[in-house]
């Protein structure tokens, strides 16, 4: 899968359990716990593999960059 697709799966999924006041709101917020999950996944995949830890650098620079 590519990293734009994953970071939009990841985004999508934590969308329905975050709530916010606006639509917006909720993508952003729906963007910090993806984003958390990428960190921890950044830091696991650091030693194991150069290639997996490419992948999800790629993936936290999307979640970055999806639109509110």
Not at 8 to 32: F, H, M, P, T
């Amino acid at each position: 899968m590519k990293a734009k697709q994953k970071a939009n799966e990841l985004v999508d999924r934590y969308l329905e359990y975050v709530e916010a006041y606006s639509s917006q709101g909720q993508i952003e917020n729906a963007k910090i716990y993806a984003l958390i999950a990428v960190e921890e996944l950044i830091e696991i995949t650091y030693a194991a593999s150069r290639a997996e830890y490419e992948y999800w650098l790629d993936v936290k620079r999307e979640i970055k960059t999806i639109k509110s």
